[in-house]
Structure formats: structure tokens, C-alpha cells
């Protein structure tokens, strides 16, 4: 039977699993055009889609002339504010949804989690709400802790950096075990300038001081950055960040 | 069992707007079966009952599920992000839709200039392993050969071949190795495997095609993306905060505290 698409875990999150699928509510002979998921019903036909849909590459069944209930919400855009909020995390199961900060998520992959799921990681750009971000998911369905899918975009580096998309797909255990090294090996360093900074009496920001570990993270790790080490860097960044900020890094 | 190695000469670029997927070795060689028997691209492909299954010169385990491995990677791979622009398509634009305006905009729309987040997969060469006639291969691997490029951005320049080796006896890791898929799986023809988590994916070309999706084991990320080990990363970061610390500038006041005790 075919799965539900990340478009589809998502809708039935945002709704705490009343939207499920059952008799009456889903076409398991039908795709939708977008997802490739069953067509959840009622579908919406594809002429009523928004005259300004210009993400035709994205679509999985292009044999398929209806979109599902799923697709066809987010196509009118209603999602934006709600799914991304002012927090940079969501996450989705088809039972429930929820949005988080950076270093909750660290938290949260440390206990087991609930699969299916969808994780997406946004960056500080608020135009980013307008990209569609929930699309590029589609392939990055998360089945198994040891198979966790995050896609992330736009995540940037001080504000003139250009922004960096990908997906991280990594056992989450071995995850947590890395964001953990990450802010080991970069603790005492950053401690040290941010002591530097309180002595000319400038107050260190969360955005300041996630930038500067960031930073040194690139600095130290590049030419050689897979996606699942930059989204393991950004992770660290941000804990380490709370930790010295909250005086919780001794 | 054979083995081929792709020597590249430039980094292959993988899209970063969708989630990574293997090179697998049957796509490739179905890509150059369609072009050797005439099968081009046109729309009627969304259809897919208008799909050709091609028929390659490998083993198959089971229906449409060939013996031939994902990409493997040597230990010296590495990866990096980057942004690859992407011009405003106005031609596009003018034969699709003739001149009905006197200026098109290309700040806006499909056709806007832009920048893609790519990242750059930078390795020596790529091996994957198979089980099959090794001539019929060879015959498909010419057209590769001719077309010279592997992944995305093909025609910026990105993933291009410098040589294919075929290796005559090698390991068989077609399909398993240690217990792990090497290659997507269809759990139909695996079993349940209590140890492996199954993936909703497509396992025979062409590999875009999502009517083509079933449950499946896959093969681990860390065989077709570079993956460092946790001590490498440890050693680097130390040895690089170790360097700033003692690059750091000497606080003046401290020193005149020091001068004055």
C-alpha cells in the first residue's frame, strides 16, 4: 500500500491525527499529481490550482490530474505562518505536529521519536516562508531513527553568507554523538572570546555568539562538509550557544 | 564478480532543493540502453504505462530488481556546499510564448536568473560492482563514455569522466555486503529483516519515476556519501582551536595588571 507522502504527514499533523486516512477519506487507486501519494479526498482538480504555480519539476505523478486535500491546502499558501511561526524546526507525524527551536530539536532526537516523520530546519530568513519549503521534503520522509531524513535551507552565516540547503540523512544516534563533540571541541575556545567580549563590555547575543561557533566550525571543517555534518555544526552551534548564554557551560 | 571504477576529473554536483540519491550503476547503463535503441525524452514518459523497463546485460534478482550496486566511495571523498548560477531563461520564455510583450521579466518567475544550492561531491573516482556480461556492459559503457558526465550540472562541466576501469574479479558486493543492502532492496524479494528499515523508494530505472516505488532496504549512506569518522573530526577541531588559541592577541589589560604586580 503506498505510504503517505511528506505533504500528507504534514496536513495530518497540523490537525493532531483527526485528518487519517480511512473509508471515505482516501483513493488508494489514485496519486496526487504533486506528492505521489494516495489521493487524499475530496481531491482538488488541476485546473484550480494557483495560475502562479511554477513548481511543475516537484511534481512525483504527472499523469495524475488531481491534486490530493493535502497538496491542494498548501497550494493556497495558507500554511506559511502557521507551520513556521517564529520558530526554526518542524516537525510532523501523521499524529501530531509541532514546531521547535534548534537546540530542542538536539533534545528531541535524542529520544525516540515517532516514524513516519518529516523534520525540517529553516534558517533566519524570513523570506524563506514564501519558497514552498514543504515540496522540496517530498523524498526526505523520515522511517526509522536509524534512516532520520532533516532537510534544512537557507541556513546562513552571519548575514552576508550565502545561504545552505540539503538534507541530512543520518543514523540519530550517531547525530547526537557528533553535535556532542562539536560543542566539546569548540566550548573551551568560544568561552575564552566570549570572557574577551564581556571585558570590553559588550554583552555577547545568542545571534553573535551561534554565528562566531559557526564560524569556526566552517573554518575548521572545511573543504570537507557533508550535509550531515553542517546540519550537525548548526545543531552544535545553537546548544552551545544556550549553554554558555543560560551559564550552563561551566 | 566485476567491478567498475569511474575515474572523474571535476566534482560531481548534487542538487541540494532535493534530498540526495544514489548513482545507481543499472540507471546509468539503462540511460545509455534507451539512447542506444532510440528512446528519447518527450511527455508522453509522465504516463507509466509509456515506460520502458530497458533490458540490461546484468543478473536480476528477482522482477525488474538487477544485480548491480549503488555508487561506493573511497575514504579520500569529500563534499562541500555551493551556489551555481543559474541565468535568466528568457529564450525560453520567448518560444514558448512568442513576443507578446516588448520586454520579459527575468527578475521574477520561472524563468528568473538565480542561484541553485548544489553541493559538490569532490572524489577521485566512484566503484560500483555488479553481476552480468561484462561484454553487453562494456557496449553500454562506450555511450557513457561518449556522453563523459555523471550527475547534475553535466553541461557546466561537473562530474566528468576521466576513465572507466572494469576489474574482472573483485568483490561481490552487487547487491549485499556485511548484511547491508548495496542497492535498494525490494523487501518482497529480501523478506522481513528485523535489522534493516525499509524505505518507501524506487529500485529499477528509470529511478525518477515515483510510479515506480515500492518498499525497499537501502543501502547506508555512509557507502555513496562521504561520511568523516567522529575521531577525525575530534583531531581536526583540536588541532584547529588549539592554532587559535595561540593566535590569539595578548588583552591589554591584563598585561598592564601583570606589569603592575
Redesign the interface.
Known amino acids: 500500500m ?2 503517505l507522502s511528506a505533504t500528507q504527514i504534514i496536513y495530518a499533523g497540523l490537525s493532531s491525527g483527526r485528518r487519517q486516512e480511512g473509508p471515505g477519506e482516501i483513493d488508494l487507486h489514485r496519486f496526487c499529481r504533486i506528492c ?1 501519494g494516495p489521493l487524499l479526498l475530496p481531491p482538488k482538480p488541476l485546473q484550480e490550482r494557483s495560475g502562479s504555480w ?1 513548481d511543475e519539476n516537484l511534481c ?4 495524475s490530474a488531481y491534486l490530493c486535500r493535502a497538496c491542494g491546502w498548501f497550494t493556497e499558501g495558507k500554511n506559511r505562518a502557521r507551520l513556521w511561526g517564529a520558530r526554526p524546526v518542524f516537525y510532523a507525524s501523521p499524529r501530531e505536529s509541532r514546531t521547535m527551536t534548534v537546540p530542542e530539536l538536539y533534545h528531541f532526537l535524542r529520544e525516540e521519536f515517532p516514524a513516519p516523520a518529516v523534520f525540517l530546519v529553516r534558517g533566519h530568513d524570513p523570506n524563506l516562508l514564501r519558497k514552498h519549503i514543504q515540496w ?6 523520515t ?5 532520520t ?1 532533516v ?1 534544512f ?1 537557507g541556513l546562513q552565516l552571519w548575514r552576508h553568507g ?6 541530512a ?2 543514523d540519530a544516534d550517531e547525530f547526537v ?2 553535535v556532542d ?2 560543542s566539546r ?2 566550548r ?2 568560544i568561552q ?1 572570546l566570549l570572557a ?1 567580549q564581556r ?1 570590553k563590555k559588550k554583552k555577547p547575543t545568542a545571534w553573535f555568539t551561534q554565528n562566531l561557533v559557526m564560524e ?2 566552517l ?12 546540519l550537525a555544526a548548526y545543531v552544535a552551534s545553537h546548544v552551545l550557544t544556550e549553554e554558555l548564554l543560560s551559564g550552563r557551560g561551566g | 564478480m566485476p567491478r567498475l571504477r569511474f575515474y572523474l576529473q571535476t566534482p560531481i554536483a548534487i542538487s ?6 544514489p548513482l545507481m550503476l543499472d540507471g546509468i547503463l539503462g540511460y545509455a540502453w534507451a539512447l542506444r535503441n532510440g528512446y528519447g525524452k518527450t511527455p508522453a514518459e ?3 504505462e509509456n515506460l520502458v523497463f530497458p533490458e540490461l546485460p546484468l543478473e536480476k534478482i528477482g522482477e525488474r530488481c538487477y544485480a548491480a550496486s549503488a555508487a561506493f566511495l573511497p575514504p579520500e571523498a ?4 555551493t ?1 551555481l548560477v543559474r541565468c535568466a531563461d528568457w529564450k525560453s520564455a520567448m518560444a514558448r510564448y512568442g513576443c507578446p510583450e516588448t520586454a520579459y521579466d527575468v527578475a521574477a ?2 524563468r528568473q536568473a538565480h ?1 541553485e ?1 548544489y ?1 559538490l561531491l ?1 572524489t577521485p573516482y566512484v566503484d560500483f560492482y555488479y553481476r552480468g556480461d561484462n561484454q553487453g556492459v562494456t557496449g553500454l559503457l562506450s555511450i557513457i563514455f561518449q556522453i563523459r558526465f555523471l550527475g547534475g550540472k553535466r553541461t557546466a562541466g561537473y562530474g566528468q569522466i576521466r576513465k572507466i576501469e572494469l576489474k574482472e574479479k573483485a568483490a561481490d558486493w552487487s547487491v549485499w555486503r556485511d548484511g547491508r543492502p548495496t542497492r535498494p532492496v525490494p523487501v518482497k524479494i529480501a523478506g522481513e529483516r528485523k535489522d534493516l ?5 524506487t529500485y529499477y530505472p528509470p529511478y525518477w519515476a ?2 515506480n ?1 515500492a518498499w525497499c532496504y ?1 543501502p547506508p ?1 555512509e557507502q555513496w ?4 569518522k ?1 575521531k577525525e ?2 583531531d ?3 588541532l ?2 588549539a592554532q ?2 595561540e593566535s ?1 592577541p595578548p ?1 591589554k ?1 591584563k598585561e598592564k595588571c601583570g606589569e603592575q604586580r
Request: proline share 10%; hydrophobic share 35%.
Open positions: 503506498t505510504p505521489g511554477t512525483r505523478r504527472k499523469d522540496r521534503v517530498l523524498d526526505a520522509v522511517y526509522g531513527r536509524k534512516k531524513r532537510l535551507c550565502g545561504q545552505t540547503t540539503g538534507t540523512a543520518f554523538l557528533l563533540l562539536l571541541q569548540a573551551p575556545y575564552l574577551r571585558d569556526n566550525f573554518k575548521a571543517l572545511h573543504p570537507d562538509l557533508t550535509m550531515n555534518l553542517y | 541540494g532543493q532535493k534530498p540526495p540519491h509522465v504516463h507509466p569529500a563534499m562541500y556546499p551556489l518567475g520561472w542561484r544550492p553541493w569532490s528499515t525499509p524505505e518507501w523508494t515515483a510510479a516505488n537501502t549512506v556519501l562521504p561520511v568523516r567522529a573530526i575530534a581536526t577541531l583540536e584547529f582551536f587559535k588559541k590569539l588583552q589589560g
